[in-house]
């Protein structure tokens, strides 16, 4: 059974900070900003031209409901 990923909140994804398909993946939280350390498994969401979007554990809880 497939199940679809859903924000819990609004998000206006041109406002987020998008990762280029040919760049090496930000340390930074596309949502907050926060850095993201090397030992947490970050939400990453990709376009369909291959640009990505990170999110911080944080942002996992209070955007996606996650955790």
């Given at each position: 059974?497939?199940?679809?990923?859903?924000?819990?909140?609004?998000?206006?994804?041109?406002?987020?900070?998008?990762?280029?398909?040919?760049?090496?993946?930000?340390?930074?939280?596309?949502?907050?900003?926060?850095?993201?350390?090397?030992?947490?498994?970050?939400?990453?969401?990709?376009?369909d031209k291959g640009a990505s979007?990170?999110?911080?554990?944080?942002?996992?809880?209070?955007?996606?409901?996650?955790?």
């Open positions: 059974m497939a199940t679809s990923l859903k924000p819990k909140v609004a998000i206006n994804w041109d406002k987020l900070t998008w990762g280029r398909p040919d760049s090496p993946p930000s340390v930074l939280c596309s949502y907050c900003s926060a850095v993201i350390p090397d030992d947490d498994v970050p939400l990453i969401l990709w376009d979007v990170r999110f911080c554990k944080k942002c996992m809880k209070d955007v996606w409901g996650m955790g």
